[in-house]
């Protein structure tokens, strides 16, 4: 390579804060986080303000809400730094989307491509603002050790795709780094059968290992750490539509969908 090219190159993969001192680009990461923090936070309240109104006058259905919601997502996707890569079709309404579960991102990174609504642990419905904007978007909630919150959550997810709209499930029941998946637990893989729900794996996977969030680790420290870098990127994948059947069949051939996906590299964008 001739000199003027590499010198080229290396200007372009530059980024300014490697010109800065250790305290400078902290600084500017942290202005960083802050400002998408505050867009984070500017989004979600236009996003709730528009539900209430729409409730007022009576147009607050499940479906408008969720289209509503996808817009949310995709302005995050673009304000925030996320760069999203989709393989695979996004599935028609009405389908059960069970995906791995890596952060509280994979949630926006679902829901720009897909409008729909989740099922969330019920800790998340007693977070400060996120919970309500959760209940606004018709979010289901589920406490995992309780079986008569189990079967409430089923029935209200059977009853929310009998409206004709979408439902993500994380069936692992927590976050993993990686590699691969934790095992499918099966409830919804019974109630997709029972009900004659068709059945969409999705796979979800991160450039850096550092952007899942797992463990004791905070909502705070991790967003302002993540969200702090220019950019991350994530790789969502739509698998084929899983027509209803038994339901550890639909289980087994979602969780192997999801698990060979995971091992393809995903691409720093």
Not at 97 to 119: E, G, K
Not at 120 to 137: N, S, T, Y
Not at 148 to 172: D, N
Request: proline letters at 6%; a neutral charge.
């Amino acid at each position: 390579m001739a000199p003027t090219q590499a010198h080229a190159q290396i200007e372009c993969e530059s980024t300014p804060e490697q010109f800065l001192s250790a305290e400078e680009g902290s600084f500017i990461r942290s202005c960083r986080a802050v400002a998408r923090m505050f867009l984070f936070l500017f989004l979600t309240l236009a996003y709730a303000a528009w539900v209430v109104c729409l409730s007022l006058v009576g147009k607050a259905d499940s479906r408008h809400v969720a289209r509503l919601a996808q817009r949310w997502a995709a302005r995050l996707i673009e304000g925030m730094g996320i760069r999203l890569e989709v393989e695979g079709v996004p599935p028609p309404d009405g389908a059960l989307l069970v995906a791995n579960h890596r952060s509280y991102i994979d949630i926006v990174a679902v829901l720009s491509q897909v409008p729909c609504t989740m099922l969330a642990k019920a800790e998340v419905g007693r977070w400060p603002f996120i919970g309500w904007a959760a209940r606004l978007g018709n979010t289901v909630f589920v406490s995992r050790d309780d079986r008569t919150s189990r079967k409430l959550a089923r029935a209200s997810i059977a009853e929310l795709m009998r409206q004709g709209l979408s439902t993500v499930v994380f069936p692992e029941g927590t976050t993993s780094a990686g590699p691969g998946c934790l095992p499918f637990r099966p409830g919804v893989f019974h109630l997709a059968a029972e009900n004659g729900i068709p059945v969409v794996p999705v796979a979800i996977e991160y450039a850096d290992p550092e952007d899942c969030w797992v463990g004791d680790d905070t909502f705070i420290r991790h967003f302002f750490d993540r969200f702090g870098r220019r950019s991350l990127s994530v790789r969502v994948g739509f698998g084929p539509v899983l027509r209803p059947s038994e339901a550890t069949i639909l289980k087994e051939s979602a969780e192997r969908w999801v698990a060979e996906n995971l091992r393809k590299p995903t691409t720093t964008l």
